[in-house]
C-alpha cells in the first residue's frame, strides 16, 4: 500500500482528484513541483481562450475548492499539509501568471519564481503555514507566494524588457 494515498479515500473520490491534482502529487520527491508543472498547461488554456480574468478566476475557484479538498484529504490522511497535496501549488502557480500573456520565457520565469517563493515563504506566508489549520491553512501559504512571485516575474519582464 503506497503510503501517500489515504486508506480511507479512493483515488477517485473528488477530494482526492482535485487535491492531488489528478494524481501529479503522487510523481516521487517533489511533489510541490511536480502540482506546480502539472498546473501550467491548464494556465496556458485559460488564458489563451479566457485571458487574465479567467486565470485570475480560475485560481480563485481553485483555491476555494483547494480548502474543502486539502481539507478532506488532510482529515482522512491525518496529516495537516500532506506532500501530495497540491491543489494549493495550483492556486498559487495561476495566480503568478494570471497578469501576463502566454509565453513560454514568462510561463518559465514565473514557474521558477513560485517554486523559489513556496520554498522561501517570505511573511506571511510562513505565518499562514505556521499557524492555520485544515485547507485554509494549506492553501494560503501558496496564494501569498503565488503574490510575490507575481510581483517578482512584473520586475523581471519589466527589467529585461
Do not use: C
Not at 487535491?19 to 510523481?27: D, K
Not at 511536480?34 to 479567467?54: D, K, N
Not at 496564494?143 to 510581483?151: D, E, K, Q, S
Amino acid at each position: 500500500m503506497n503510503p501517500k494515498i489515504p486508506v480511507s479515500l479512493p483515488f477517485w473520490h473528488p477530494a482526492f482528484l482535485l487535491a492531488t491534482w489528478f494524481g501529479s502529487g503522487l510523481l516521487p520527491k517533489i511533489p510541490g513541483t511536480w502540482g506546480s508543472a502539472a498546473a501550467l498547461p491548464f494556465a496556458w488554456v485559460i488564458a489563451w481562450y479566457g485571458g487574465p480574468w479567467a486565470l485570475l478566476a480560475g485560481a480563485a475557484i481553485a483555491f476555494a475548492a483547494g480548502i474543502w479538498a486539502a481539507g478532506v484529504y488532510g482529515r482522512h490522511s491525518g496529516i495537516k499539509d500532506a506532500g501530495p497535496i497540491v491543489i494549493d501549488e495550483v492556486a498559487g502557480q495561476w495566480l503568478t501568471l494570471a497578469p501576463f500573456a502566454p509565453d513560454p520565457v514568462t510561463y518559465l520565469a514565473g514557474f521558477v519564481l513560485f517554486r523559489a517563493a513556496d520554498i522561501v515563504k517570505p511573511w506571511p506566508a510562513n505565518w499562514a503555514d505556521r499557524e492555520l489549520d485544515g485547507g485554509l491553512g494549506v492553501m494560503l501559504d501558496d496564494i501569498f507566494a503565488g503574490i510575490y512571485a507575481g510581483l517578482a516575474l512584473f520586475a523581471f519582464l519589466w527589467i529585461t524588457g
